[in-house]
């Protein structure tokens, strides 16, 4: 199977220094997961203005997992931060604390940040050793990268967005908008 590579770990990189990514970066994951993940019975990852509510940035029950997403249950922190590892840390201590009803043995902590994040692998190993939750597993720009390759309809919904979609080529909610509002009166999405 051929990859394109439409987003890079550069452009999720810059991406993270603009304010929509904060809002939208909830909605990447999610639309990644149902890309990659099967057996899907829950999963919550408030985007947008629901970015601002209390507890974890998501939550998934997978009966099967993939290479991103393990099967089971999982949490997930998601940042655009620049010190990621500073971050991860601080969302780390604080679920432990608090884990807010959250079975931690029978649970995985999935920490996701827009940058690149030395020292991911050595930092997940260490709370894994520690044996508090199920699994530990960071994501950075470059996972994120290469898990977009796995799923080309989310890389094309995130180009659009970062004003790199390839000329001729539409997502279907654009193509869906567009054609809607080539007629006269415009046809309806319910149409």
């Known amino acids: 199977m051929n990859h394109i590579t439409l987003a890079s770990a550069a452009d999720l990189i810059a991406w993270a220094d603009r304010l929509d990514s904060e809002a939208q970066l909830p909605r990447l994951v999610r639309r990644l997961i149902h890309a990659t993940a099967g057996g899907i019975t829950h999963i919550g990852f408030p985007a947008d203005e629901s970015t601002r509510g209390?507890?974890?940035?998501?939550?998934?029950?997978?009966?099967?997992?993939?290479?991103?997403?393990?099967?089971?249950?999982?949490?997930?922190?998601?940042?655009?931060r620049t010190n990621?590892?500073?971050k991860a840390t601080e969302?780390?201590?604080k679920r432990v604390a608090d884990p807010r009803g959250v079975a931690l043995k029978d649970t995985a902590y999935?920490?996701?940040?827009?940058?690149?994040?030395?020292g991911k692998?050595?930092?997940?190993?260490?709370?894994?050793?520690?044996?508090?939750?199920?699994d530990v597993r960071v994501f950075d720009a470059n996972d994120l990268e290469h898990w977009l390759e796995?799923?080309?309809?989310?890389q094309l919904w995130l180009a659009t967005r970062l004003g790199r979609r390839p000329v001729g080529v539409l997502d279907v909610e654009t193509f869906g908008a567009d054609?809607?509002?080539?007629?006269?009166?415009?046809?309806?999405?319910?149409?």
Do not use: I, N
Request: a negative charge.
């Open 179 to 191: 054609w809607c509002a080539a007629t006269t009166p415009a046809t309806t999405g319910e149409f």
């Open 121 to 134: 692998d050595a930092w997940a190993q260490d709370r894994v050793s520690a044996g508090t939750w199920k």
């Open 91 to 93: 969302d780390y201590d």
């Open 84 to 86: 990621p590892r500073g």
């Open 150 to 154: 796995l799923a080309p309809a989310v």
């Open 54 to 80: 209390p507890g974890y940035d998501g939550l998934l029950v997978a009966a099967q997992g993939s290479a991103h997403v393990p099967a089971g249950s999982s949490v997930w922190e998601l940042s655009t």
């Open 110 to 118: 999935m920490a996701v940040t827009l940058r690149r994040c030395d």
